[in-house]
């Protein structure tokens, strides 16, 4: 993308003065980092206060919902802007205007600063400095300190332990307004936490200590530990893992709505620079920095005998036994591919591999909607348009039978000639009572075309086609077994990956199947894939985005509880207690 940049100023003299320069990137950050393509030399900007990308033309987008458009009647925030020509929005005290791009650029647009900062003198700040000194005042120092000491311990000592301790004065100072929990609250509670907001007694069990476990655990009962007990247990005379930390090592409540853990790879790297120093049971490899030390990719794969992790270190090739027969190239040729109704068709990635509700991952692909339109289950389609079910082998077996019994003695003269190659009709059709030799002669046509067509249907045209087959040959006639399909949904159960935030990437950025010829090729991306766009915790490559441990790894694991002995006191704590109930 090229952007033309054009910095508008108005000198004293009411003169517009303008510089021009061209910023170029897939994406351009706006802010007041000096690491910002566009920088905004003003303390009223956010560090990373926006991006500048196109998508189908130029769009302005914030993080939080802070866009102002001052041509709006009721200038609403947004979260990101179009940036058509004559469009302008307010970017803190700055206006982007949005211009016709000239010849070779996509995009165009004029900075103004519409609200600059009210500047001070020096003298005004000499002469303020003076007038609040203390020898101005003639008061002495010590006098003083004594009296900011008293004013604070009652203030923000006195009467908010009223609320606490039980004193005679309790109750009237509960009834003062100047009394409440606003001079300590250090800032708002996560949302989940917001309907017990006021009770602080619900986590604070005791006044002036800190937050203990059991607190979390009364409503968070459930939550897993990162590990196993036995992976927690010391080994050697080491500590034991986790030994010392609490939920609160993790955990910090009133530092904004919306989470609570910290946002920083210092507790991960911790353990995971020698995870297996930590445990002899551990299994993973030693992590300090996505960008910087991390290790190759582990997929998980389902076989016969079950799942296997398979490290992507491209020492060894990893195969898919899907039992699937499914060729991407032949599907995403360029062009396309017959369809029994609608000429020569172009599939794209989306044909089959549909969002789900969430759009954070796909739908399961199935016969049904995504396949059965071209892939036709007909056995017959001279005289039918019945196709045979799908899933169960056996129970396509006993239609294709079941139709050419009831041919062979119901089927009018067209179907009977067209199905068997026979100059006649039905048994049952025929003039006269049918002897018990005809209805054998009848059903034995019947059962070596049944027989015939299953075996065309199985082993040739139809199931062979994509799946694995096998034949067994039985006294009754031939039986067929279809392997079942190991689809596989999760390459990677340890990771927190959402398609909808990547949505803005092609599909092939990640998962180049276009040449592939088998089901078997893995086409998942590698670690080095992922670091085109992904840096480290510190933010040390251009153009990446800085992602921590937490960007892609949870802690809890549901299958190993956090505090096995744990006994709840009981259900109602939070929502029905008093607050000094605890």
């Known amino acids: 993308m090229k952007l033309q940049v054009i910095t508008q100023t108005t000198g004293r003299s009411g003169r517009v003065m303008q510089q021009k320069r061209l910023v170029q990137g897939d994406w351009i950050r706006v802010g007041r980092a000096a690491s910002s393509e566009i920088h905004l030399a003003d303390p009223r900007v956010a560090l990373n206060q926006g991006l500048i990308m196109d998508r189908g033309g130029i769009v302005y987008t914030e993080g939080e919902a802070g866009i102002v458009n001052p041509g709006s009647t009721t200038r609403k925030a947004v979260k990101s802007v179009r940036l058509k020509a004559g469009a302008s929005i307010e970017v803190g005290p700055y206006k982007f205007t949005a211009l016709e791009p000239p010849a070779g650029y996509d995009g165009a647009i004029t900075i103004e600063l519409v609200r600059p900062l009210e500047a001070a003198t020096t003298g005004d700040i000499r002469s303020r400095a003076t007038k609040l000194s203390l020898s101005s005042l003639r008061l002495p120092k010590r006098w003083a300190a004594w009296a900011f000491f008293v004013i604070l311990g009652i203030v923000f000592f006195a009467l908010p332990a009223a609320r606490v301790l039980d004193l005679p004065w309790r109750a009237a100072s509960e009834a003062n307004a100047i009394t409440g929990d606003r001079f300590w609250n250090p800032g708002p509670v996560i949302l989940a936490h917001q309907p017990f907001e006021m009770k602080c007694a619900a986590c604070h069990e005791v006044a002036f200590e800190h937050v203990k476990d059991r607190a979390c655990l009364e409503c968070h009962r459930n939550i897993g530990h990162h590990v196993s007990q036995e992976m927690l247990k010391p080994a050697g005379g080491a500590p034991g893992m986790f030994e010392g930390q609490r939920c609160t090592s993790c955990h910090v409540d009133h530092k904004g709505t919306k989470t609570t853990h910290r946002d920083n790879d210092r507790m991960c790297v911790d353990c995971h620079k020698d995870v297996r120093g930590k445990s002899n049971l551990a299994t993973s490899l030693n992590v300090t920095d996505f960008a910087a030390n991390h290790p190759p990719f582990r997929l998980t794969l389902p076989t016969e005998t079950g799942l296997k992790r398979i490290r992507m270190d491209g020492k060894t090739p990893i195969k898919e036994s899907s039992n699937l027969i499914f060729p991407h190239d032949i599907h995403l040729d360029p062009k396309g591919i017959k369809s029994p109704s609608k000429g020569r068709v172009k599939l794209e990635c989306a044909a089959c591999h549909a969002p789900n509700a969430s759009k954070n991952t796909f739908e399961p692909v199935t016969m ?15 005289v039918t348009t019945r196709e045979v079910p799908h899933g169960n082998a056996r129970e396509a077996k006993v239609v294709v039978e079941e139709f050419y019994a009831n041919l062979a003695l119901n089927g009018v003269k067209d179907s009977f000639v067209k199905a068997f190659g026979v100059e006649s009709e039905g048994l049952l059709r025929r003039v006269g009572e049918p002897s018990e030799d005809q209805r054998k002669v009848a059903l034995n046509m019947a059962g070596k075309k049944a027989d015939k067509v299953a075996h065309e249907l199985f082993e040739v045209r139809s199931c062979k086609i994509c799946h694995a087959v096998t034949r067994e040959d039985k006294a009754d006639g031939p039986d067929w077994t279809v392997a079942k399909i190991r689809a596989n949904n999760l390459w990677m159960p340890a990771v927190r990956f959402d398609h909808k935030a990547h949505a803005q990437a092609p599909c ?75």
């Open 508 to 582: 092939a950025d990640c998962h180049n199947v276009a040449k592939s010829k088998s089901s078997t090729d893995v086409a998942m991306p590698t670690i080095d894939d992922c670091r085109k766009c992904h840096g480290g915790s510190k933010h040390t490559v251009e153009k990446t985005l800085t992602s921590n441990c937490l960007m892609c790894h949870g802690f809890h694991d549901l299958k190993h509880p956090y505090d096995p002995t744990f006994k709840p006191k009981g259900t109602t704590r939070v929502a029905e207690g008093p607050a000094g109930a605890r």
């Open 368 to 382: 049904k909607k995504n396949c059965q339109e071209c892939h036709r289950l007909e056995f017959e389609p001279a």
